[in-house]
């Protein structure tokens, strides 16, 4: 028996409901493949602030270093939205980031047949879309200092922050991007800003030299601008993006609402070494928490990711993956993805079909 | 008579077709109107790269700087597409809104009923599609300082751009919106990154502030990543949107994509006084360049937005607006806007029949 341990991190809202159903999935999984995994459940977010008074404790921290993987739920909620910035549930995700050295954010966007009259995309550009953006996490505009308030030449007050990259940050990031492609079809699109900032002068520069390690895979440029029209005009033509923190934030998300099912994406974000950090990408939806409402398949295709990605067991996140797309063929629906001649279920009741799918 | 004087920058590709197409319409809507226009018309781009060596000559400038107001057609190319940064087409246009001040950029998107099919979006989400994005164009990471390559502690090399913000150009670009928001449906988002950026948090501040002076507008605000999504997922629910640079750079590029007809939008580009800039939003076309392909109507109706924010002429420009609609109402249609159906015309065709409707 493999034996792997894996720090739970419910978060807020929706979070508990949805890592509480995934914990099952991974649990069947794993006594099928011969896994046994040790789960540990810490605070995160605001239900960390309410309990030790800042969204990401030491503790919750240092387990999450010493664990194999982690599987987040999801953070934040209106209750700690005025907090001060050191006191908010998003700082906590960013520390948490930055904890773990991930610097690579793998968002897959994907429009399975099943639920393709989920985009407000017309059905013929929306089928067959099968993206991925990968968005560098721990640098650039995020974390680049100097930051914070001052006061300019002419008295007025200002904020501002620093975009910077540097050639190791940028080829990393790149090669992850091109060995993902690798495994695709073979084509990277780098999106930047080239034409305006020296950042993504460098960032075009260094990716445009890594490429000549994977002569298999072809390398295209596009600026931002543009790439936010051709996702909404032609999203077909992407295999794999990879970009910057703050364009991969947008894009990242552009990408998963043209599928019209952010209930359903997962994402996983990579170091260099050490666990992987593996979450939903949709929020703590407040209004639904408790509820029994939520969707949880995005959190339970996280937990494949953290399998494949996060501790090389290829077999068992395939068992996942599968198990959710026998689900969906038999008709069962959260209220999110929903339309008639389906069969409504609840957070619950989904994870028990996927039980039963596995 | 009122006697103006207009600068006109063709520029480069479909440039120079469509902005002779539109100089037709502005005189002639002159003429009915009593306003006579004195055209001047200058290098810019790479046509002024070819001609002088760089892309805005200090002749284009200052005749700029001294019109009434001043029509763009199109800057760039493949031609020019390697050459370094002070000697892109792009740098020009930079360069001439800076030494325009012109601070706020208006990219309205507007689905219109007879267009409704182009968008890639289904018919009820495209539909009845109004808004306007108030994009910030003279500071943040566009013209920041410090910019530019260094090297880092660890000796490797890097890449560096400030994204800043001063008190008084989020004032002023604040009330710009809300003025516009006023005359509209009296709703203003604002967009910004606030939970991560210091730069985003006082444009924040400062927009909530400035809202106590439009007690008649409703202002919220918005994430980027989530505006994003927000106007795939259901674009009606913006009327006006203001955001900084670099985000306006994204967001109005992908609303004006959301219609699915670029080559119907105008901009315009409005300082605290001076001459105002007014451009379509499509690019160059170099692969469609010289073959009487392009759709002129952007660029007319950029006109239209020259008369009604540069001159204060808005019955003129309500004559060249009301001619578009008639001219499709009539069913001329350019290749980039044809469906069965419609008649098929070029660009000087499409613009003779402008001509005819006004
Ligand atoms: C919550 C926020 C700080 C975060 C980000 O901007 O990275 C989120 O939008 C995301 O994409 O995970
Ligand atoms: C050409 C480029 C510098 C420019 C910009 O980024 O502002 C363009 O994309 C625009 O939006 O007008």
Chains 1, 2 share one sequence.
Request: charged letters at 25%.
């Amino acid at each position: 028996t493999k034996r792997y341990s894996i720090t739970l991190l419910p978060g807020d809202g929706i979070g508990p409901e949805v890592i509480s159903v995934a914990k099952n999935v991974l649990k069947l999984v794993g006594s099928l493949e011969g896994i046994e995994f040790s789960f540990q459940e810490m605070p995160m977010g605001g239900a960390a602030l309410d309990l030790t008074g800042v969204p990401l404790p030491e503790e919750t921290l240092s387990a999450a270093q010493r664990a194999d993987a982690v599987l987040l739920g999801a953070i934040g909620g209106y209750k700690w939205d005025k907090n001060e910035k050191l006191l908010k549930p998003e700082t906590g995700l960013l520390q948490l980031r930055e904890g773990l050295k991930v610097f690579a954010n793998l968002r897959p966007a994907t429009v399975l047949p099943q639920l393709v009259d989920s985009s407000t995309l017309k059905k013929d550009v929306a089928e067959g879309v099968d993206l991925i953006v990968v968005r560098e996490l721990t640098g650039g505009i995020y974390f680049g200092k100097p930051r914070g308030f001052g006061t300019n030449e002419k008295g007025e007050d200002i904020g501002f922050n620093t975009e910077v990259y540097s050639t190791h940050e940028i080829d990393r990031i790149a090669r992850v991007a091109f060995e993902i492609a690798r495994k695709r079809r073979g084509q990277l699109c780098s999106v930047d800003k080239a034409n305006v900032l020296e950042a993504s002068m460098l960032w075009r520069k260094r990716v445009t030299a890594i490429a000549s390690e994977y002569p298999d895979v072809e390398l295209s440029h596009m600026y931002v601008d543009n790439a936010t029209m051709q996702l909404v005009r032609y999203p077909k033509q992407f295999d794999t993006i990879v970009t910057n923190n703050i364009f991969g934030d947008i894009l990242s998300d552009e990408a998963s609402m043209i599928t019209g099912s952010i209930g359903m994406l997962p994402s996983a974000s990579l170091g260099e070494s050490g666990p992987g950090l593996f979450e939903p990408i949709h929020g703590s939806a407040p209004d639904i928490a408790g509820q029994d409402k939520a969707n949880p398949l995005a959190t339970i295709l996280s937990a494949a990711m953290l399998l494949k990605y996060g501790l090389g067991e290829a077999n068992a996140a395939n068992r996942i993956e599968n198990a959710v797309l026998d689900t969906l063929n038999r008709g069962f629906r959260t209220g999110d993805i929903y339309s008639t001649g389906n069969k409504l279920v609840g957070c619950k009741e989904m994870g028990e079909e996927v039980l039963k799918s596995v």
